[in-house]
């Protein structure tokens, strides 16, 4: 200590500043990025489980993913089809051909099919985004659970849209939703009611 402090007032920042500039410091942690195909995927679905199969620390491994020496993956579940699945989705496609002719197919124009699905609808996000003035105060949103929130199903019925010769939208081919509830009068009392009020019934 007496030695550094000797040096500092004598040649200032530089009299006490590393001088080893090449072989010192921390070594680099090398890692085999071949290596990582050899590791089972249902042992490298998170930074900590890929660290230990390949004996480093999680940082040293977050680091050389931050240096792009390998990327994350995320794989989506698919359908496995059979033969028989495979066969009628091409008899389904040969059905929509309007006519016979091998050299120049034509597909029907679908005007007389209609869609229908249900759909789930909830009355509000868990998470929601808000553009807002900086004087202006934060809104509040506030359900019993935010696991169960209010929701309700619906039938939408849509088509195919409609154009004229000029290529005007005559119809914009939305028929309607068509909500799975009815109105009646509440027939018991509860804390969230009288008896007799108007109340939504699924």
Known sequence: MQ??????????????????????????????????????????TTFQDLANALGVSRSTLYNRFKEGYFRRHTNDLKFSLTDDNKKARVKYCLSMLGNNIPNAPTFNPMYNIVYIDEKWFYRT???????????????????????????????????RPRFDEHGVCTFDGKIGNFPFVYV???????????????????
Not at 126 to 154: T, W
Request: aromatic share 6%; with cysteine.
């Open 3 to 44: 030695r550094i402090w000797r040096e500092g007032q004598l040649g200032g920042i530089t009299g006490v500043k590393n001088k080893l500039t090449k072989n010192c410091g921390r070594k680099r942690i090398e890692i085999d990025m071949d290596s990582i195909k050899t590791v089972p995927l249902h042992e490298r």
């Open 125 to 159: 996000r868990r998470n929601q985004k808000y553009y807002l003035a900086n004087d202006e105060e934060r809104p509040q949103r506030a359900v019993k659970s935010k696991n169960f929130i209010e929701k309700v199903m619906v039938l939408t019925v849509v088509a």
């Open 184 to 202: 009646e009068p509440a027939k018991r009392w509860s804390p969230n009611r009288d008896r007799g009020m108007t109340c939504i019934c699924t």
